[in-house]
């Protein structure tokens, strides 16, 4: 049923104009509710959903809402419609109808906080699917319509991207045989072939998995008990005709050595697979992916199409184009498995990734990531991969500067999620390190690298940035697990400084030598080694005592001539020194001489005296010592008076 307002409405009346709708918001919400017009419904519905309610209530009372600059609440539609049959080399976006509560912004007028957008997409047949990229996002993500879809997105990458080899590859140690009625487990002895791997939450203890027990019984049938992911997964590998499938929980000997040996071949077993089914969704291995979507909270709305003349023969012979739809645009969240550490490495080591999210599927491959709704962009290249991009056709140095840059980056992607047990945080990134030290050929260091170890012990707790993070104190594990001067000794979303690059490389910033290490070979899981691990690092550099002030940071920034943004973190401290200093040594006459900016990796911890030790010529490491001679990182401070640091005798120093 449509209201009397909604009738005329056809993409021509919105196409590039401001059509006036209801008088305000309040007309728009009792259309939708007790006239039941289906397309008032799908507008109300569409604010309430992207709109924070704050800013309905007051729009709903007619009042403005902060810095607004409105000179009347009419709801206003707007066409967005893409139809020219220009594509986009980035991106191709769905044509869409923006809804606004009041005057919407223009150059110099900030407008209406209250506004949202629909999309238009073509059903199947229609000849408007020529020439829209918007597509109708199915109820159920198991029937034949999603399977076609994803069949031709896989085609196409293989015909037009060079994202998988063309032989295929070793298959894993052990994979799941889905061809049987009831799916076996093998032994694959060396084969080669194309096999699927599954990303996904465990969510808790499963109910079935492979030990030394199960492993006879599962040879030979695998007949029951199965989680419901993991029959999702079994389904999807059956209906893209594939026999093999590698799951975890199944191809690993749980609970035993073949654990640790398995799980530092993530690189191989996620980078060589055919694609990877990601079970986005699902909190838990028992949730499963493939159920049929709730229906949404507005049914879509059916619009006349027309298009208009763009060439002659356009308007001697017009075609009909039948009809589109308007629907709430779906969420491209994809859901818990995006909250997990140990499925970042599996989504990074991927090559094709298939995606159930919350409301669609989307597909992505090392060129671009393309959603069931019509929406495509080129993947942003945060890969581990020097063969993506053309990247390994470039000198070695600069190869491994960019794959230097990607690390930081996914580092403060993965410590952003979470783990269950924390003993895997370096095993849960083993696979992306092993890639990656392919080029780098350098040691790696309890997730540092040797050969830009300067810039790796300068982690810093989310600083700078712009960021509920800023609230979220770093923790420490309840075991000890990493040496201080790695960030893998503590929990939270940690970063590195990236801003100029030849502070860390270019020997005459460091104010520190570094003299070396006890690690004789590579281990890219050691916190799980068997053998011991060294984790001192010996360096050279000025240690400077200091002590907190009880000053405050806010009181010093109003002082100060430095950027405002230096002082933003909220648990920084000023650093003076611990006893007077004699005039030639400070550039202040102060009795209280603010010589740094710290802030502490864990805040409130118990510390006993606090050392500075400059590393770059800005900033530097907070140290405490130890009993045993050595001294342990506490935090990271920046240098506010280089006179003072500039003063003093180098010695040897062992970071543990």
Same mark, same amino acid.
């Given at each position: 049923?449509?209201?009397?307002?909604?009738?005329?409405?056809?993409?021509?009346?919105?196409?590039?104009?401001?059509?006036?709708?209801? #008088?305000?918001?309040?007309?728009?919400?009792?259309?939708?509710?007790?006239? =039941?017009c289906?397309?008032?419904?799908?507008?109300?519905?569409?604010?309430?959903?992207?709109?924070? /309610? %704050?800013?309905?209530?007051?729009?709903?009372?007619?009042?403005?809402?902060?810095?607004?600059?409105?000179?009347?609440?009419?709801?206003?539609?707007?066409?967005?419609?893409?139809?020219?049959?220009?594509?986009?080399?980035?991106?191709? !976006?769905?044509?869409?109808?923006?809804?606004?509560?009041?005057?919407?912004a223009?150059f110099?007028?900030?407008?209406?906080?209250?506004?949202a957008?629909?999309?238009?997409y073509? /059903?199947?047949? !229609?000849?408007?699917? *020529?020439?829209?990229?918007?597509?109708?996002?199915?109820?159920?993500?198991? $029937?034949?319509?999603c399977?076609?879809? &994803?069949?031709?997105?896989?085609?196409?990458?293989?015909?037009?991207?060079?994202?998988?080899?063309?032989?295929?590859?070793?298959?894993?140690?052990?994979?799941?045989?889905?061809?049987?009625?009831?799916?076996?487990?093998?032994?694959?002895?060396?084969?080669?072939?194309?096999?699927?791997a599954?990303?996904?939450?465990?969510?808790g203890?499963q109910?079935?998995?492979?030990?030394?027990?199960?492993?006879?019984?599962?040879?030979?049938?695998?007949?029951?008990?199965?989680?419901?992911?993991?029959?999702?997964?079994?389904?999807?590998?059956?209906?893209?005709?594939?026999?093999?499938?590698?799951?975890?929980?199944?191809?690993?000997?749980q609970?035993?050595?073949?654990f640790?040996i398995?799980?530092?071949?993530?690189?191989?077993?996620?980078?060589?697979?055919? +694609?990877?089914?990601?079970?986005?969704?699902?909190?838990?291995?028992?949730?499963?992916?493939?159920?049929?979507?709730?229906?949404?909270?507005?049914?879509? @709305?059916?619009?006349?199409?027309?298009?208009?003349? +763009?060439?002659?023969?356009?308007?001697?012979?017009?075609?009909?184009?039948g009809?589109?739809?308007?629907?709430? #645009?779906?969420?491209?969240?994809?859901?818990?498995?995006?909250?997990?550490?140990?499925?970042?490495?599996?989504?990074?080591?991927?090559?094709?990734?298939?995606?159930? $999210?919350?409301?669609?599927?989307s597909?992505?491959?090392?060129?671009?990531?393309?959603? !069931?709704?019509?929406?495509s962009?080129? *993947?942003?290249?945060?890969v581990?991969?020097?063969?993506?991009?053309?990247?390994?056709?470039?000198?070695?140095?600069?190869?491994?500067?960019?794959?230097?840059?990607?690390?930081?980056?996914?580092?403060?992607?993965?410590?952003?999620?979470?783990?269950? =047990? /924390?003993?895997?945080?370096?095993?849960?990134?083993?696979?992306?390190?092993?890639?990656?030290?392919?080029?780098? %050929?350098?040691?790696?260091?309890?997730?540092?690298?040797?050969?830009?170890i300067?810039?790796?012990?300068?982690?810093?707790?989310?600083?700078?940035?712009?960021?509920?993070?800023?609230?979220?104190?770093?923790?420490?594990?309840?075991?000890?697990?990493?040496?201080?001067?790695?960030?893998?000794?503590?929990?939270?979303?940690?970063?590195?400084?990236?801003?100029?690059?030849?502070?860390?490389?270019d020997?005459?910033?460091?104010?520190?030598?570094?003299?070396?290490?006890?690690?004789?070979?590579?281990?890219?899981?050691?916190?799980?080694?068997?053998?011991?691990?060294?984790?001192?690092?010996?360096?050279?550099?000025?240690?400077?005592?200091?002590q907190?002030?009880?000053?405050?940071?806010?009181?010093?920034r109003?002082?100060? /001539?430095?950027?405002?943004?230096?002082?933003?973190?909220?648990?920084?401290?000023?650093?003076?020194?611990v006893?007077?200093?004699?005039?030639?040594?400070?550039?202040?006459?102060?009795?209280?001489?603010?010589?740094?900016?710290?802030?502490?990796?864990?805040?409130?911890? #118990?510390? #006993?005296?606090?050392? @500075?030790?400059?590393? &770059?010529?800005?900033?530097?490491?907070?140290?405490?010592?130890?009993?045993?001679?050595?001294?342990?990182?506490?935090?990271t401070? =920046?240098?506010?008076?280089?006179?003072?640091?500039?003063?003093?005798?180098? !010695?040897?120093?062992?970071?543990?």
């Open positions: 049923m449509l209201c009397d307002l909604c009738k005329p409405i056809t993409v021509a009346a919105l196409r590039d104009n401001d059509f006036e709708h209801q #008088p305000n918001l309040a007309s728009l919400k009792a259309s939708a509710e007790e006239t =039941n289906s397309f008032c419904n799908l507008l109300w519905q569409c604010l309430v959903k992207s709109v924070q /309610p %704050q800013y309905i209530a007051a729009h709903l009372q007619g009042q403005k809402n902060k810095n607004e600059n409105l000179t009347d609440f009419v709801i206003r539609l707007n066409g967005e419609i893409l139809d020219t049959g220009q594509k986009s080399l980035n991106e191709l !976006e769905p044509s869409k109808i923006w809804v606004y509560s009041g005057t919407r223009e110099g007028n900030s407008g209406t906080q209250v506004y957008y629909l999309e238009l073509a /059903p199947r047949g !229609e000849p408007a699917g *020529r020439y829209l990229n918007g597509r109708e996002v199915v109820s159920n993500p198991a $029937g034949e319509s399977f076609g879809l &994803i069949k031709r997105w896989l085609h196409h990458c293989e015909v037009n991207h060079g994202c998988q080899a063309k032989e295929p590859p070793l298959l894993p140690t052990r994979v799941l045989d889905v061809k049987p009625k009831h799916p076996v487990l093998r032994v694959s002895q060396g084969r080669r072939d194309h096999y699927v599954l990303s996904y939450c465990w969510g203890p109910k079935i998995v492979t030990t030394e027990k199960t492993f006879e019984q599962f040879t030979k049938n695998i007949d029951n008990g199965l989680s419901e992911t993991l029959k999702n997964a079994i389904e999807i590998t059956r209906n893209l005709n594939l026999q093999y499938l590698w799951i975890d929980a199944l191809c690993i000997i609970g035993g050595e073949d640790n398995e799980s530092l071949k993530m690189s191989q077993y996620y980078g060589n697979a055919y +694609f990877t089914i990601s079970a986005g969704c699902a909190a838990s291995s028992q949730d499963g992916f493939l159920a049929s979507r709730p229906l949404p909270s507005a049914t879509p @709305c059916k619009l006349d199409y027309n298009r208009p003349p +763009f060439r002659e023969v356009d308007v001697l012979f017009p075609t009909p184009l009809s589109v739809f308007v629907c709430l #645009p779906p969420s491209k969240a994809i859901g818990p498995l995006e909250t997990r550490a140990w499925t970042f490495q599996e989504k990074i080591l991927s090559r094709r990734e298939l995606l159930y $999210g919350h409301e669609q599927i597909f992505r491959c090392l060129e671009r990531q393309i959603f !069931e709704n019509g929406t962009s080129i *993947r942003q290249q945060i581990p991969y020097p063969d993506v991009g053309g990247l390994d056709q470039k000198p070695l140095a600069e190869q491994k500067a960019v794959l230097l840059r990607r690390w930081y980056k996914m580092l403060e992607s993965y410590t952003r999620r979470e783990m269950t =047990n /924390p003993a895997d945080k370096l095993t849960a990134l083993a696979g992306i390190a092993q890639v990656i030290h392919q080029t780098l %050929q350098c040691k790696y260091l309890f997730g540092l690298w040797e050969d830009d300067i810039r790796g012990i300068l982690w810093t707790t989310n600083v700078l940035r712009y960021s509920k993070d800023w609230a979220e104190a770093l923790r420490r594990p309840l075991a000890d697990r990493a040496p201080s001067w790695s960030w893998a000794s503590v929990e939270g979303h940690v970063s590195h400084y990236q801003r100029i690059e030849s502070l860390y490389l020997p005459k910033y460091h104010r520190i030598i570094i003299l070396g290490h006890d690690f004789q070979q590579n281990s890219f899981d050691p916190i799980r080694s068997v053998k011991p691990i060294a984790r001192e690092l010996r360096v050279r550099g000025v240690l400077k005592s200091v907190r002030t009880a000053r405050s940071v806010l009181q010093y109003d002082q100060s /001539p430095e950027p405002w943004w230096r002082f933003k973190h909220p648990r920084m401290f000023l650093l003076e020194p006893q007077s200093i004699p005039p030639k040594e400070t550039c202040s006459n102060s009795p209280q001489v603010v010589v740094g900016l710290g802030l502490l990796d864990v805040p409130d911890e #118990p510390l #006993p005296d606090l050392f @500075c030790m400059r590393v &770059i010529a800005d900033y530097g490491l907070i140290l405490v010592s130890n009993a045993k001679g050595g001294y342990k990182r506490v935090g401070f =920046n240098v506010e008076d280089k006179t003072w640091f500039d003063h003093g005798d180098p !010695e040897d120093i062992i970071l543990t």
